[in-house]
């Protein structure tokens, strides 16, 4: 086997789709005689079709898995065939040998359309970051405590949309319904749509009805990572949420990136997550307390406004997924749950418009000199992340991006 370093494939390195990580996605790409959705995992600046590339060899996987539409059946295979077929992809890619095999099944990405990585059956998300909660309490609650009294006890969530869930590059419709006006709701688009940048995990492992799983099974039950932006139109959701929480401001969009990091690429992007006071309950409890150090940066019409810290999340991954389940709802093969807003201590680390304005107070000034609050039609957000690679640098966990388009004309 040939040093990583020299692979061929390996360039350019700054994609950050190296050896280290290879990302799966679903694509098709008609010019080069794929025209139907099947998996490949990116690799420098092309995508490798796993479909050709194990029809010809065994990996102890049925051929059929690499051909769908959708990772589901791949996770469905279990966690021995996540390794062994990422095993074999390094070594077809590493070894000198296996070059003149591998060509052919290589495409530019360039020339492909990405899709829908995952058939979603569940979506949650949570509101983990203290950094957004706190900025958040302090904008509509000026005079009193910052987080509700439950907050440092348990990791708030709410249950998403999942058939709104939708891959990067989808344009996105601003969204109509209520909003307070002053002698009454007013009817009409949103005038304060939002975005949230946060890190989305894919369930590879389901669990069966009335079984909690607990925090430490994180690594075993999480396939992969995905960005999100969950879509947010603010006065919409201000006049609904209560009491019973986000709705209709939230459920008309969530987008993520179309390519899945697996665990097993991120084993050197744990660190020590930040200290909780008071101690949380047992079954929030882990053995090893660990974020993951992922680095997001947030462009609003290619003018980067914020770069957020997803290490800085109150609570972790893991105990997220523990209090999903604590109540014994179960897991299914390709569910999503994202870790809600990220935000820094800093401003520049905030991850939402809302906070990054302080809800219109503090406007943004953009690339070409606009001063802007929220987002208007025809703005593009893009969100992008790298994390600590196990070869010492940095990989790429890819790009969420969506264009908001107007409103559709209304019915009333």
Known sequence: ?????????????????????????????????????????????????????????????????????????????????????????????????SRARVEPHLVPLGDVAL????????????????????????????????LMPNWLHLPIGYHGRAGTVVVSGTPIRRPTGQRAGEAGPVFGPSTKLDIEAEVGFVIGAGSDLGSPVSADEFRDRVFGVVLVNDWSARDIQAWEYQPLGPFLGKSFATSISPWVVPMAALRDAFVPAPAQDPPPLPYLRERDSSALDIELEVLWNDHVVSRPPFREMYW????????????????????????????????????????????????????DGAARTFLEDGDTIRIRATAPSAAGGRLALGEVAGTICPALPSRT
């Open 316 to 367: 972790t991954p893991g105990q997220q997924l523990a209090h999903l389940t604590i109540n014994g709802a179960s897991l299914r093969t390709g569910d999503l749950y994202a870790s809600g807003t990220v935000s820094g201590p800093a401003r520049n680390q905030r991850g939402s418009l809302l906070e990054l304005t302080w809800n219109s107070r503090d406007p943004i000034v953009l690339g």
């Open 115 to 146: 899709g829908l990585p995952i058939d979603i059956g569940d979506y949650v998300d949570f509101y983990s970051s203290r950094h957004h909660a706190e900025n958040v309490g302090r904008i509509f609650r000026p005079d009193g405590d910052p």
């Open 1 to 97: 086997m040939s040093d990583p370093a020299s692979a061929p494939y390996r360039e350019p390195l700054e994609t950050g789709f190296g050896i280290d990580n290879l990302p799966y996605g679903v694509f098709r790409s008609p010019a080069f005689g794929r025209p139907q959705p099947r998996l490949g995992v990116a690799f420098g600046e092309n995508v490798l079709d796993l479909a050709t590339v194990f029809a010809e060899q065994d990996v102890g996987v049925d051929p059929a898995v690499f051909a769908a539409g959708r990772l589901n059946p791949f996770l469905d295979a279990g966690s021995g065939a996540w390794a062994a077929v990422r095993a074999r992809i390094q070594e077809l890619l590493l070894d000198e040998g």
